[in-house]
């Protein structure tokens, strides 16, 4: 795994972006050649702007890719479905460069030299995919794992490590525990108890371990882990593999000496100051831009449903401090006068149908721009939850007070990698999420991702 933006991507992900990306250079550096003939094509590519459009055009395939998800592993491995993807992307590719065209004359490769590319970058992206399948799928090439240890977390890891081929592990086998000489789990030291631990370890023929005990005190090898580290055995952390490979913490098989002594949960002050005044910045503008929109739903909401046209609701912000959070109100009147405060559910009766129109398009949530400029919230942060469920909550889950060490957002990591949530199963799940970005929290993590909203937004996923 490699680290970018302070979030984890399995590394031959981000080679097979790069790659596919120098495929496509090549192929329209490629198309220049063969219609205008080397002189002319290194006349142009060189000193007429050729190159910089060429990169404009595989930047425009490669950010195509990424929002028909042929980055993300459940696609990996199905080679029909990344095949109906780049049909996909190849439209949207010829209908985004005839826009852009359009709008930018200068940026034109020219139309014979713009087809021939894109027929050689095509057969070029398919040909590598394939490949790429057939080689990410060969055991050979995948580092062997051993997982030592038992419980939730070991039990996750395996099931995680063995659908994610593009990680590169191999799971080659899982001791729930090491015995002694005397039958008994505990640390070794004695030469008899240590090859005694190498022994069990030898028919795996593990590159890494992985220590995911659930209790380390007196039954963890250390003196044996130690000599498979010096023989080049790569040995790690559990919960570390866990939050690197999932993009999350596993709150409940954490130990409070890890969530205590592992880097990451510090809130400087400047990446605050940083946070809000981008949040200042951004919300200013949305506000402005959002302006010829509102009398259009201030309408759609006036003729579907009567009522008020904004939706009051009290949410839980930084520190616990109680604040009225505003949206355009998507359900009719009184939804939860019988039911008393409920989570949304799918396909929810309550939600009127120019009110479903408006969480699809995340329109509805036009208003709390107003919240983040108040300060109530930021752009990027856990999603701030209502009062009412706070104490249940809080009794049912382990560490959900350390949602609210930090400002609360518009959208946040918790959003762009699960569904929404309607259950205390979902909650908990949201809450590994939360943690990750609490403790990873940066910049860079809050760019990522508020490009990855562009993308949910854009393809009207996870709205109810």
Same mark, same amino acid.
């Given at each position: 795994?490699?680290?970018?933006?302070?979030?984890?991507?399995?590394?031959?992900?981000?080679?097979?972006?790069?790659?596919?990306?120098?495929?496509?250079?090549?192929? %329209?550096?490629?198309?220049?050649?063969?219609?205008?003939?080397?002189?002319?094509?290194?006349?142009?590519?060189?000193?007429?702007?050729?190159?910089?459009?060429?990169?404009?055009?595989?930047?425009?395939?490669?950010?195509?890719?990424?929002?028909?998800?042929?980055?993300?592993?459940?696609?990996?491995?199905?080679?029909?479905?990344?095949?109906?993807?780049?049909?996909?992307?190849?439209?949207?590719?010829?209908?985004?460069?005839?826009?852009?065209?359009?709008?930018?004359?200068?940026?034109?490769?020219?139309?014979?030299?713009?087809?021939?590319?894109?027929?050689?970058?095509?057969?070029?992206?398919?040909?590598?995919?394939?490949?790429?399948?057939?080689?990410?799928?060969?055991?050979?090439?995948? =580092?062997?794992?051993?997982?030592?240890?038992?419980?939730?977390?070991?039990?996750?890891?395996?099931? =995680?490590?063995?659908?994610?081929?593009?990680?590169?592990?191999?799971?080659?086998?899982?001791?729930?525990?090491?015995?002694?000489?005397?039958?008994?789990?505990?640390?070794?030291?004695?030469?008899?108890?240590?090859?005694?631990?190498?022994?069990?370890?030898?028919?795996?023929?593990?590159?890494?371990?992985?220590?995911?005990?659930?209790?380390?005190?007196?039954?963890?090898?250390?003196?044996?882990?130690?000599?498979?580290?010096?023989?080049?055995?790569?040995?790690?952390?559990?919960?570390?593999?866990?939050?690197?490979?999932?993009?999350?913490?596993?709150?409940?098989?954490?130990?409070?000496?890890?969530?205590?002594?592992?880097?990451?949960?510090? /809130?400087?002050?400047?990446?605050?100051?940083?946070?809000?005044?981008?949040?200042?910045?951004?919300?200013?503008?949305?506000?402005?831009?959002?302006?010829?929109?509102?009398?259009?739903?201030?309408?759609?909401?006036?003729?579907?449903?009567?009522?008020?046209?904004?939706?009051?609701?009290?949410?839980?912000?930084?520190?616990?401090?109680?604040?009225?959070?505003?949206?355009?109100?998507?359900?009719?009147?009184?939804? =939860?006068?019988?039911?008393?405060?409920?989570?949304?559910?799918?396909?929810?009766?309550?939600?009127?149908? %120019?009110?479903?129109?408006?969480?699809?398009?995340?329109?509805?949530?036009?208003?709390?721009?107003?919240?983040?400029?108040?300060?109530?919230?930021?752009?990027?942060?856990?999603?701030?939850?209502?009062?009412?469920?706070?104490?249940?909550?809080?009794?049912?889950?382990?560490?959900?007070?350390?949602?609210?060490?930090?400002?609360?957002? /518009?959208?946040?990591?918790?959003?762009?990698?699960?569904?929404?949530?309607?259950?205390?199963?979902?909650?908990?799940?949201?809450?590994?999420?939360?943690?990750?970005?609490?403790?990873?929290?940066?910049?860079?993590?809050?760019?990522?991702?508020?490009?990855?909203?562009?993308?949910?937004?854009?393809?009207?996923?996870?709205?109810?």
């Amino acid at each position: 795994m490699i680290r970018v933006l302070n979030a984890y991507f399995p590394t031959r992900t981000l080679l097979l972006g790069v790659s596919e990306a120098f495929l496509i250079i090549f192929g %329209f550096v490629a198309s220049t050649i063969a219609r205008l003939g080397m002189n002319e094509a290194t006349l142009k590519l060189d000193y007429q702007g050729g190159l910089l459009r060429v990169f404009v055009v595989a930047a425009v395939f490669i950010v195509c890719m990424y929002y028909f998800d042929l980055y993300d592993s459940f696609v990996f491995s199905n080679e029909r479905e990344v095949l109906t993807r780049l049909v996909q992307v190849f439209g949207t590719v010829c209908i985004l460069m005839a826009v852009l065209y359009y709008m930018f004359p200068p940026l034109q490769l020219g139309r014979g030299i713009f087809l021939i590319g894109f027929a050689f970058a095509a057969l070029l992206l398919v040909a590598w995919r394939k490949l790429f399948l057939v080689v990410n799928a060969m055991p050979r090439f995948a =580092e062997r794992a051993l997982i030592l240890g038992d419980g939730l977390l070991a039990e996750s890891l395996v099931k =995680e490590l063995e659908s994610r081929p593009e990680l590169g592990i191999r799971v080659a086998g899982q001791l729930k525990g090491v015995a002694n000489g005397n039958g008994h789990l505990a640390q070794v030291s004695s030469e008899a108890q240590i090859e005694s631990v190498l022994e069990s370890f030898s028919p795996f023929k593990p590159s890494r371990i992985i220590v995911a005990l659930s209790e380390r005190r007196g039954q963890m090898p250390v003196a044996a882990l130690l000599q498979m580290k010096s023989h080049g055995v790569k040995i790690y952390d559990g919960a570390e593999v866990y939050e690197a490979v999932t993009g999350k913490v596993p709150v409940e098989s954490l130990r409070l000496s890890w969530l205590l002594f592992s880097s990451g949960f510090r /809130l400087s002050r400047l990446l605050l100051l940083f946070q809000r005044l981008i949040s200042l910045i951004a919300s200013t503008i949305g506000l402005l831009l959002c302006l010829p929109l509102i009398p259009f739903i201030v309408l759609g909401i006036r003729l579907t449903s009567p009522g008020p046209i904004l939706f009051r609701q009290e949410r839980v912000g930084l520190g616990g401090k109680i604040f009225e959070c505003y949206k355009f109100r998507t359900m009719r009147v009184g939804a =939860e006068v019988e039911t008393g405060p409920t989570w949304a559910g799918k396909d929810d009766p309550r939600v009127t149908p %120019f009110g479903r129109f408006l969480r699809r398009s995340r329109l509805d949530e036009i208003p709390q721009l107003w919240n983040v400029l108040k300060g109530d919230m930021n752009l990027v942060g856990p999603r701030p939850e209502r009062p009412e469920f706070m104490d249940w909550l809080k009794s049912e889950i382990v560490h959900y007070d350390l949602r609210h060490t930090v400002r609360p957002g /518009l959208t946040g990591w918790a959003q762009i990698r699960y569904r929404y949530g309607s259950s205390l199963e979902d909650t908990k799940e949201k809450l590994c999420y939360d943690l990750f970005y609490i403790k990873n929290m940066s910049a860079g993590l809050d760019l990522l991702v508020l490009f990855h909203t562009m993308k949910i937004v854009l393809l009207g996923r996870g709205a109810r």
